[in-house]
């Protein structure tokens, strides 16, 4: 139902709005762009009015974590243990990053959102649980699961700083500096566009990095 407007001519305040809104200051200015009074101040309300809606400026990060996720993922992974009874667990551990990728590319400044924060949605959480139980599910117990996941994690996390720029880059090497000094870093110079190029590998070294864990589990 559409809601009424109030005596002002402006429609009332409303969670959905907060949220929407919220997301586009994600997508202009990044998570940093994200207060309670520069939020107010593009809804065109006090600060005050979105405490009627959210005790604080973490339950709205998490309202937007929860819609990125709905947006970008409209076909959860469903029962997990079906998925895994039907393809190699390494395939279906893939499909974490391929749901990053979509992040990143509908909302290339939400990494950190998604990195630099706890985990407090059911929505979120479950990215979390994922790729704890796949590992599970093929022997990873303990510490070593504890490791395996550490690792998987920082790669992925990896992968979003050098490509996202956000928070730090690696380009690779600096053209005039191979231009002045070839014999310096010969390999370094003969792959310089490819070294800056991340838009490509990274499925494959995940999937490296997935069998160099098999490889070791339990030894």
């Known amino acids: 139902m559409t809601p009424h407007q109030s005596k002002s001519g402006r429609e009332p305040l409303t969670r959905e709005k907060i949220v929407e809104k919220a997301i586009e200051l994600l997508d202009a200015e990044g998570v940093e762009g994200i207060s309670m009074r520069h939020l107010g101040e593009a809804l065109g309300v006090e600060a005050m009015a979105l405490y009627h809606h959210f005790p604080n400026k973490d339950a709205i990060l998490d309202a937007v974590v929860t819609r990125i996720i709905e947006e970008t993922a409209p076909e959860p992974i469903g029962d997990l ?5 039907e393809g190699d667990w390494k395939s279906v551990m893939l499909s974490g ?3 990053a990728g979509r992040v990143l590319e509908a909302h290339p400044k939400a990494g950190w959102l998604f990195l630099g924060r706890q ?3 059911a929505q979120s959480l479950g990215m979390l649980e994922a790729p704890l139980q796949i590992l599970h599910s ?7 699961l504890v490791d395996a996941a550490h690792a998987v994690f920082a790669y992925v996390a990896g992968w979003y700083v050098l490509t996202s720029g956000q928070g730090g880059s690696w380009s690779g090497p600096e053209e005039d500096a191979i231009a002045a000094a070839p014999e310096a870093a010969p390999l370094a110079a003969s792959l310089a566009g490819e070294l800056r190029d991340w838009s490509r590998g990274m499925e494959d070294g995940l999937m ?6 098999e490889a070791r589990r339990g030894k």
């Open 97 to 99: 990053p391929a749901g």
């Open 119 to 121: 985990y407090s949605t």
């Open 81 to 85: 243990g079906s998925a895994l009874a």
């Open 138 to 144: 093929v022997g990873f117990r303990g510490q070593e």
């Open 208 to 213: 490296a990095l997935l069998d160099g864990l």
